[in-house]
């Protein structure tokens, strides 16, 4: 199989090719320090706040549209990019002094105070400018929800993602307009695409992005040591913030059928590359109950990059969608070389960040068995703040009742424990139990047998054991028809 | 509902426009420059600081080899290594610029490494090998207070016999409170770039409210003079007051590394460097013991405070005077003793943060006002009216000034009316009789915040204007420009005066060789200040053209009149330019210099009386909100503003500093926790664990109005009033209304503590039920 020793993508236009770079170079340090592009912003470097900001543009499986996300460029190595067109704060400008729709409407709105945080801003307003053309609220929040401005309030950054589209150039310019084709992008970009894979050779670093599972699954084992890269919501900061150095990196991004999430008779298959903004709507379909905790997991450009895989195969006890996904029998698709197996998400996690991989073994997919009917599932997520904020502490909970009896019940908690994991003493105290207030405290009380919860930054240990009891006293309340709302509904319908 | 805003009419003039901020289309494009965005000089060294790993120890050895090792390492710079004072303490001179001997914090710089890539430096400066002698750390106010471990005396301010009327009063009520701290979370963190000029002088790029500052204390680390060190800073990306003092730490730092080797040197910090290494706002326990009569007023009121200032004084004793001076908000306190601890504890130094401790003066208050009204079992808002200052009687503070300006009872007339507060809190009370997961509660609190330097000497303020030939202009003046709007304000007044477009007018960086001397920007002075000395240059360039105008076309001064870019003299009409064009011809001076001092103000600080401020800023705010009383979890539903800018520079930008100040302040009392664990260490310093507000806690429905014709009273620049930090204050209804949600169920009074995290609501609530 041939290889490429070259990083290729499209900005402003033009293709650029790199050869001789550190392949876990971040896209932010490329743009600040090599082409001193200064618009991006550095704030946080680890993918928090959103001054970094940039949208990259791919071409869809069907070769027919643009997939146009926001991404944070601190975190996301520079090969990543390769074949994709990387759309910056500069590219949004016109040449002719004028201002970009999105900037006319910021600068209208007064929608920058210090603009420190305003071109990650312009940005993200880019990506929902050409995905949406007619936001409400909500998905302007949702939109914004990885940008951080400590000066303005937002109200006026709102008030410039509805102007921005009175300010909406008429013509064919595809970067001024919201929505629209882009048969020259396409074009562009399906010129760059690769049958074989990238492999990157830097002062003994080397870079791998096979472009088959079975060629990834032939270099990991060879190098069992290589640091597998998905989407780097991790990875980045091992770089960015431990100063690590990563020798070899094997990046699953580029195996098409890894990005793939199909829905099969029994099961929703996930490939482990598959960005959480393309499996979460598909899991949301299936499980309604799941709405507002991944509605709530990171932020946007976080879940353009992150995948579900990541998140699984990282085995943080604060993983969002563990808790969930434990409880409904998920499995993960595991291969090593040739070999694959497969496991309960349940029985993946050993101790705090030590997991059931073996040298070479990678996680290829999650397989979430399709909703039973009969079963309610939810899942509940108890932070500081609303978007863009780490669990203190995630329930997920799997619940069949016959006859207001408790046939089954599953509970798994995240930031509880070392890893998150399941409540067997609750379950049990649950299990054949008639479905009412009375049981439920019996269930919290075995609570406490369950975690013994540590206190750090995010909340004491015994307000989070709480926390954990009230979530499921909720929950109950809720199967009532009480407290179906949240706060967070509640405050979005008035 | 939407956001909506209502701005005051616009003025026929520069002066009083919703102008865009000057810098507003540079933003947007990415083309405003902050010094990370500057050209770099040829041979810059990237600087990364290794700090202390411990909260209190003695340094036995700093082992640097491995350090030194990393490639592109080029040098090392330690205490050894500054020529000049190794401190950049302005105040007292307790802050190290490097340890010696002893560290006092986690973070606390003990060494800088130059390297030829950030990367480098970053990652060499944590392979120091440094060996403690560790000693008990105190980290925390009340263990500081037990162990009499203060950076400053302990300070009383009385008025009256606040223990008499305690004594005799029908009611009586006491209470600790904690309330936390703040990061100030600017979006660009410290930074400062130092370029080695000829024959000795430095120029230092500096991110900083108060390049006067870092000038000296560059000169006094450095062994140089003042007039060999030249500061420059166009702007900011946010600061907050994160950037008063401290900015000359990280200046000092570079400057040292580039007299050590020679080159320039830039230090960036990173995020959570930034949050470790630099100072906070002051979290306080807060001791009150009040009395007050059947109808709430207050009759005598002791208030404790032990605020945490960290290892050094920084600003810690004006931070806690204005926490003195401020107990009292908008309410008159008839007998009262304020009893002021300044801590030092083994942790970063705390510093100056928007409001400056005037929030936590008037936080303690207005808990004191909240618990009046539930233990008497009325609305908060009666309480509140019972105890405002009034016009000509009860109207002079616990510091002695006669409160001549006030308009809280207009603003709450106003307010209450337009926010229809009484027909909600009944809706509200109904809506809470028949949900018992979800509870609404609501909250009007005032503000009313001192204007001015406490220390008198610090409010003056320069400026210097140039005129061209061309008839166009730079304006220099010392204030810095972090995001507040100062410099288009400053400009819109100079073009007022010169009656010219904004648009002829070059607004210059802050610059240590351009105006001397200048002040910190803050204490939310800076339009006051700084636009009354570029107001007064400005109008001697137009006396100078006016008394030319006469002399050359022989027509009384009376009769020379400037406007919309243009000079009618007699019955002549002139561009602005041509008659600049024609005074230049006939030599007559077009550059000055204008001068500002704050008039009326004197107060003697051994007594803690006299007039520290020139007038009061007024607002007040409604915030209504929802809880979810099983997870503590919260929203804000509504907000209604009304705040007193007087007559407002430039609306727009007020408003935005209004929207911003409120929302800044509802993530100080609710998401924003700072979090320590037993050996010191800062576990929220990065913005994966501290959160500040997004786009989705701004309330549905969000309704902010500047207060109409209201023009200071005092004889301000264009009769305006400043902005920047009294609308933060006005977030202190957000915690009201949490508490007054969360009051409705089994207790009047729940115990909550600052922030109100969905943890410190649970605590409160749980408590509650076991009362």
Redesign the interface.
């Known amino acids: 199989m041939s290889k490429s020793a070259a990083i290729r993508f499209v900005l402003d236009g033009e293709v650029v090719e790199i050869n001789d770079v550190d392949p876990t170079r971040t896209v932010l340090q490329f743009l600040?320090?090599d082409l001193?592009?200064?618009?991006?912003?550095?704030?946080?470097?680890?993918g928090?706040?959103g001054?970094c900001t940039v949208v990259v543009a791919e071409v869809n499986r069907d070769g027919d549209d643009l997939v146009v996300r926001a991404i944070n460029s601190c975190i996301q190595f520079l090969p990543t990019l390769d074949g994709k067109e990387l759309i910056?704060?500069?590219s949004?400008?016109p040449n002719d002094g004028s201002?970009h729709p999105?900037?006319r409407a910021?600068?209208?709105e007064?929608?920058?105070?210090?603009?420190?945080?305003?071109?990650g801003f312009?940005m993200s307003l880019f990506a929902l400018y050409k995905t949406n053309d007619n936001p409400g609220?909500?998905e302007?929040?949702?939109a914004?929800?990885g940008?951080?401005?400590?000066?303005?309030?937002?109200?006026?950054?709102?008030?410039a993602a509805k102007a921005m589209y009175v300010n909406a150039a008429q013509g064919d310019d595809w970067l001024t307009q919201p929505g629209g084709a882009a048969p020259d992008r396409i074009a562009k970009l399906k010129a760059l695409r690769r049958d074989d894979s990238l492999e990157l050779e830097y002062h003994g670093r080397r870079f791998y992005a096979p472009t088959s599972v079975s060629e990834l699954a032939s270099i990991y084992k060879q190098n069992p040591d290589a640091t597998i890269l998905a989407g780097g919501t991790d990875v980045g900061l091992w770089v960015t913030?431990q100063?690590r150095d990563l020798e070899t990196v094997i990046y699953t991004g580029g195996v098409p059928e890894m990005c793939d999430v199909r829905v099969s008779k029994s099961h929703i298959e996930i490939g482990a590359a598959a960005t959480l903004t393309d499996a979460v709507p598909i899991i949301v379909e299936h499980y309604p109950g799941l709405e507002e905790m991944f509605r709530r997991f990171a932020s946007p450009p976080i879940r353009n990059a992150g995948t579900l895989g990541g998140n699984i195969a990282n085995g943080s006890p604060i993983g969002d969608s563990m808790p969930a996904l434990m409880v409904i029998d998920t499995l993960l698709l595991l291969r090593c070389g040739d070999v694959e197996r497969e496991i309960l998400l349940d029985d993946f996690y050993l101790d705090y960040q030590v997991n059931d991989l073996q040298a070479g073994e990678f996680v290829a997919a999650i397989k979430i068995p399709l909703a039973d009917e009969n079963a309610i599932v939810r899942s509940q997520k108890?932070?500081?703040?609303?978007?863009?904020?780490?669990s203190?502490v995630c329930t997920g909970y799997h619940l069949v009742l016959q006859d207001n009896e408790v046939a089954s019940f599953r509970m798994a908690c995240g930031g509880l424990a070392t890893t998150v994991k399941r409540a067997s003493n609750a379950e049990a105290a649950l299990h054949g139990k008639v479905w009412n207030e009375a049981s439920i405290e019996h269930a919290c009380e075995a609570l406490v047998n369950d975690f013994r919860p540590i206190s750090?930054?995010?909340?004491?240990g015994d307000?989070r054991l709480?926390?954990c009891q009230?979530?499921l006293?909720?929950f109950f309340?809720e199967t009532q028809g009480?407290?179906l709302?949240?706060?967070?509904s509640?405050?979005?319908q008035? | 509902?939407?956001?909506s805003?209502r701005l005051p009419a616009r003025h026929d003039s520069a002066v009083g426009k919703?102008l865009?901020?000057d810098?507003?289309?540079?933003?947007?494009?990415?083309?405003?420059?902050?010094i990370?965005?500057l050209?770099e000089p040829r041979d810059l060294l990237h600087l990364a600081v290794g700090m202390s790993e411990v909260a209190h120890a003695r340094v036995t050895s700093i082992d640097l080899a491995q350090v030194r090792a990393i490639s592109g390492v080029v040098d090392v710079c330690v205490a050894e290594d500054i020529t000049g004072d190794n401190n950049y303490g302005a105040i007292v001179a307790d802050d190290p610029i490097f340890a010696t001997g002893l560290v006092e914090y986690v973070g606390q710089p003990v060494f800088a490494v130059a390297a030829e890539t950030?990367?480098a430096a970053?990652?060499a400066a944590?392979l120091a090998n440094i060996q403690y002698e560790e000693l008990e750390p105190i980290l925390d106010p009340l263990t500081a207070v037990e162990k009499s471990s203060f950076v400053l005396p302990s300070e009383t301010l009385s008025r009256g016999d606040p223990q008499s009327a305690l004594n005799s009063a029908p009611h009586r009520l006491a209470r600790r409170v904690s309330l936390g701290g703040q990061d100030?979370?600017?979006?660009?963190?410290h930074i400062a770039m130092a370029i080695p000029q000829e024959d000795g002088c430095v120029l230092v790029h500096s991110s900083t409210q108060h390049p006067d500052q870092v000038q000296s204390m560059v000169a006094r680390a450095t062994q140089r003079s003042a007039k060999d060190v030249t500061v420059i800073c166009r702007?900011?990306?946010?600061?907050?007051g994160g950037k008063e003092s401290q900015a000359a730490l990280i200046a000092c730092i570079a400057a040292v590394a580039v007299d050590k080797t020679g080159r320039a040197c830039k230090l960036r910090l990173?995020?959570?460097d930034d949050m470790i290494m630099t100072g906070k706002r002051h979290d306080f326990v807060i001791d009150y013991d009040v009395g007050f009569d059947d109808t709430g007023r207050i009759l005598g009121v002791d208030f404790e405070f032990a605020s945490r200032c960290g290892m050094s004084a920084d600003l810690s004793g004006p931070v806690n005077d204005r926490a003195m001076f401020h107990c009292d908000n908008a309410y008159f306190l008839e007998n009262v003793r304020v009893l002021s601890h300044r801590c030092k504890t083994n942790t970063v130094s705390n510093t100056a943060f928007r409001g400056f401790g005037g929030p936590q003066g008037m936080f303690a208050i207005e808990y004191v006002i909240e618990d009046i009204a539930r233990a008497l079992g009325k609305d908060p808002l009666e309480i509140r009216r019972r105890n405002f200052y009034g016009i000509d009687e009860r109207n002079v503070t616990q510091y002695q000034q006669t409160v001549e300006d006030n308009i809280i009872d207009e603003i709450f007339d106003q307010l209450t009316a337009s926010s229809d507060y009484q027909a909600r809190r009944e809706e509200i009370r109904a809506f809470n009789s028949s949900s018992?997961?979800?509870k609404r509660g609501i909250s009007i609190t005032p503000v009313k915040f001192g204007i001015s330097f406490t220390s008198t000497i610090l409010n003056q303020a320069g400026a210097l204007v140039h005129v061209y030939k061309d008839g166009t202009v730079q304006l220099n003046h010392g204030g810095t420009e972090?995001?507040?709007?100062l410099y288009i304000k400053v400009a819109q007044i100079v073009a007022d005066e010169l009656k010219i477009g904004v648009d002829r007018i070059r607004i210059m960086a802050a610059d240590t060789s351009k105006v001397p001397n200048a002040s910190a920007t803050a204490a939310s002075s800076g339009a006051d200040m700084n636009g009354m000395a570029a107001k007064r240059a400005a109008a001697k360039i137009r006396t100078r053209l006016t008394e030319f105008a006469a002399r050359h076309f022989s027509v009384a001064e009376a009769d020379i009149d400037f406007h919309d870019g243009h000079v009618t003299v007699g019955d002549r009409q002139l561009e602005f330019a041509e008659l600049v064009q024609l005074a230049w011809a006939d030599r007559v001076s077009l550059s000055a210099a204008g001068f500002y001092k704050t008039p009326k103000i004197n107060y003697d600080r051994d007594t803690f009386s006299g007039r520290p401020f020139f007038y009061f800023a007024y607002g007040a705010a409604v915030t209504e909100v929802?809880?979810?009383m099983?997870?503590?979890?919260?929203?804000?539903?509504?907000v209604d503003i009304l705040h007193d800018c007087g007559d407002s520079l430039n609306p727009?930008?007020d408003?935005?500093q209004v929207?911003?100040?409120?929302?800044?302040g509802a993530g100080w009392l609710t998401?924003e926790?700072l979090?320590w664990?037993d050996s010191g260490e800062l576990?929220?310093h990065?913005?994966?664990?501290y959160?500040?507000?997004?786009?989705?806690?701004?309330a549905?429905?969000?309704r902010?109005e500047l207060m109409q014709s209201v023009a200071n009273r005092e004889d301000t620049i264009y009769r305006s009033k400043a902005v920047a930090e009294p609308p933060l204050m006005l977030a202190l209804s957000v915690f009201h209304a949490i508490r007054d949600a969360i009051a409705t169920s089994d207790t009047a009074m729940p115990d909550l503590h600052a922030p109100a995290?969905?943890?410190a609501i649970?605590?409160a609530i749980?408590a509650a039920s076991h009362e």
């Open positions: 600040r320090e001193r592009r200064t618009g991006t912003k550095e704030g946080c470097a680890e928090d706040c001054a910056t704060v500069e949004l400008t201002l999105i900037q910021m600068v209208d007064h929608g920058s105070q210090c603009g420190f945080c305003t071109p312009v609220r909500q302007i929040d949702d914004l929800a940008n951080l401005c400590r000066c303005t309030g937002y109200r006026s950054i709102i008030a913030k100063h108890w932070s500081k703040r609303f978007d863009q904020d780490i203190a750090d930054m995010r909340a004491s307000i709480r926390a009230n979530l006293r909720r309340f009480d407290g709302e949240t706060v967070y509640y405050g979005r008035r | 509902m939407d956001a805003v919703p865009p901020h810098s507003a289309h540079l933003h947007v494009t990415g083309l405003a420059a902050y990370d965005d050209p950030v990367d970053r990652k944590r100030q979370f600017y979006l660009e963190g702007r900011m990306g946010g600061a907050f990173d995020r959570d018992s997961i979800l972090m995001g507040q709007g929802v809880v979810d099983l997870t503590g979890e919260n929203r804000i539903l509504r727009a930008v408003l935005g929207e911003g100040g409120y929302v800044q998401s926790e979090w664990n576990g929220t990065a913005p994966s664990t959160k500040i507000p997004t786009c989705s806690d701004l549905p429905d969000f902010v995290t969905p943890e649970l605590r749980e």
